[in-house]
Nanobody, 121 residues
Framework: QVQLVESGGGLVQPGGSLRLSCAAS????????MGWYRQAPGKQRELVAI???????TYADDGKGRFTISRDNAKNTVYLQMNSLKPEDTAVYYC???????????????WGQGTQVTVSS
């Protein structure tokens, strides 16, 4: 069973920064797209940013200019650098990846367990 393991969440003041990381828990064959979603209390899960294996990125509008997604393909790891954080960024952030576990399997979606980000003074 492959897991995506997130780290880097926490409490930060408005205007501050956090860097989230997410890595596959064991050796896998390949990862295609990787990304971050978030879910605030009482709201649906929403896209934050996504990056393809070739490095093409897509951001939600409210993260443009503040968030940067990147990945290290050799380490099967994706990062989310978040700057100028606002209270409305408070949510549980989930890592996402489409993973091909072995050469004889298909790409399938995988999710991390989530990491809490709280922006408050």
């Amino acid at each position: 069973q492959v897991q995506l393991v997130e780290s880097g969440g926490g409490l930060v003041q408005p205007g501050g920064s956090l860097r989230l990381s997410c890595a596959a828990s064991r050796i896998i064959y390949s990862i295609n797209a990787m990304g971050w979603y978030r879910q605030a209390p009482g709201k649906q899960r929403e896209l934050v940013a996504i990056i393809t294996s070739g490095g093409t990125t897509t951001y939600a509008d409210d993260g443009k200019g503040r968030f940067t997604i990147s990945r290290d393909n050799a380490k099967n790891t994706v990062y989310l650098q978040m700057n100028s954080l606002k209270p409305e960024d408070t949510a549980v952030y989930y890592c996402y990846g489409t993973i091909r576990v072995r050469s004889n399997t298909y790409y399938e979606p995988h999710w991390g367990q989530g990491t809490q980000v709280t922006v408050s003074s």
